[in-house]
């Protein structure tokens, strides 16, 4: 449940995560918490819109809604999630091989999550871009 609440809030992790061996936050977890907030925010207009038909001509505040509560929060939980893979990148072995998915935080050969304390390969696969 707290792993849902994180995702559905955007939480951005400390520097400390580039030394976890999961990622907490991913591009995946940040397109999960945009349609999780999108649907909640659209049930409840609908139940808004049902009881107070007047509103229903103010839908830009629904538009407005959805921008500051949805996709404003999305974009900066993706720029701070490409902030801390660019840093990675430039601090580790595997940042710097052709063979890590920056998207997944993977290793495509050995399919392991890569971290500043853990390489997948130990250097043995590594090949530049």
Not at 39 to 49: G, Y
Request: glycine share 4%; aromatic share 16%; net charge negative.
């Amino acid at each position: 449940m707290n792993r849902l609440i994180d995702i559905l809030n955007f939480r951005t992790y400390d520097e400390d995560e580039n030394y976890t061996d999961k990622p907490q936050i991913t591009v995946g977890s940040i397109v999960l918490g945009v349609l999780l907030r999108l649907f909640i925010l659209l049930i409840a207009s609908l139940f808004v819109f049902k009881y107070f038909p007047v509103l229903y001509d103010n839908t830009w505040v629904l538009l407005l809604a959805i921008w500051f509560l949805v996709i404003y929060p999305a974009y900066r939980g993706y720029t701070n999630y490409y902030k801390r893979i660019d840093k990675m990148q430039s601090s580790t072995l595997c940042g710097s091989c052709k063979h890590f998915e920056h998207s997944s935080q993977l290793c495509r050969v050995y399919d392991e999550h890569v971290s500043q304390n853990h390489i997948p390969c130990e250097g043995d696969s590594w090949e530049p871009k």
